[in-house]
């Protein structure tokens, strides 16, 4: 990726941090929420985090590093974007908890080896043009032992590749949603890895948002949307959730999915 390619990535994202409200983030809903599976799926996965060292990957406005310091962890929250680190730290002080704020490249981490018993980042990798050097860094970061949290969209599922190409001005031109062979590559380089797929018939509540409730894609991001309303979402959510537990049971139908989430032990 370019030095101009990389700006583009941090002025987008500086300019998305300076109109975050800090006060309107309930933390808990992007792990509690029924319509955060992946978090739900990892957290499933994670044990015990009290007085472990975790590294929030691309932290953005700091949920995940503010959640998990209020579960006992000790965290750094490190984004390329200065703007995404100061916000995760006031959302930090505004919680009473608190992190260590970084700026960081997932390609080229500053830190020395078997530094973190977790790293966890949140729809992180497809932002980055090798995602495999970052998964390199994360296992090159963490102890023997431990484990890598992340998810992340995949690139197979013709409605989310629509929903794409319409919400333009709340995504940057470079993303590159994963293909689920990447599942092989992590196997290869950890020892356990923990995975599963997320979001099939529940994408109706995508197509709801746009088709019935004339939400503008460009106007509000539809990812915060279903955090946001989980309440009002739930009913339907839960119903449709029964249905994508028999559809991933079908052969090709898991690659479908919109998110993939892995828990990896190094």
């Known amino acids: 990726m370019s030095e101009e ?10 300019t998305w941090a300076a109109a975050i409200d800090v006060d309107g983030i309930r933390v ?12 739900r799926f990892i957290l499933q996965q994670m044990g015990d985090i009290r ?4 590294l929030d990957l691309g932290c953005g406005a700091g949920e995940n590093s503010v959640y998990f310091a209020q579960k006992g962890a000790r965290c750094v929250a490190a984004d390329y974007s200065p703007g995404m680190v100061e916000v995760a730290l006031k959302l930090a002080q505004g919680n009473g908890v608190e992190i260590e704020g970084r700026t960081a490249n997932a390609m080229a981490l500053d830190f020395e080896e078997n530094t973190f018993d977790f790293v966890y980042a949140s729809n992180l990798l497809h932002h980055i043009p090798d995602p495999k050097m970052a998964l390199r860094e994360m296992h090159r970061v963490l102890k023997p032992g ?14 989310i590749n629509v929903y794409r190409r319409m919400a333009t001005e709340v995504r940057t031109d470079d993303e590159q949603p994963l293909d689920i062979a990447i599942v092989n590559d992590i196997k290869a380089l950890f020892s356990q890895t923990a995975w599963d797929t997320f979001w099939l018939g529940t994408l109706w509540i995508f197509l709801r948002f746009y088709l019935i409730e004339k939400v503008n894609p460009n106007q509000e991001r ?15 959510y839960q119903r449709l959730e029964k249905i994508d537990r028999v ?20």
């Open 5 to 14: 390619t990389l700006d583009k990535e941090r002025r987008f994202h500086d």
């Open 28 to 39: 808990a809903d992007y792990f509690e929420a029924c319509t955060a599976p992946e978090n």
């Open 51 to 54: 007085g472990k060292l975790l």
């Open 146 to 159: 431990g484990k890598a949290c992340f998810w992340d969209p995949l690139k197979h599922n013709p409605i």
């Open 222 to 236: 539809y990812w915060k949307k279903i955090i946001l309303e989980h309440q009002r979402l739930q009913p339907n």
């Open 247 to 266: 559809l991933k049971q079908i052969p090709l139908m898991k690659p479908l999915a919109w998110n993939m989430a892995v828990v990896a032990t190094k």
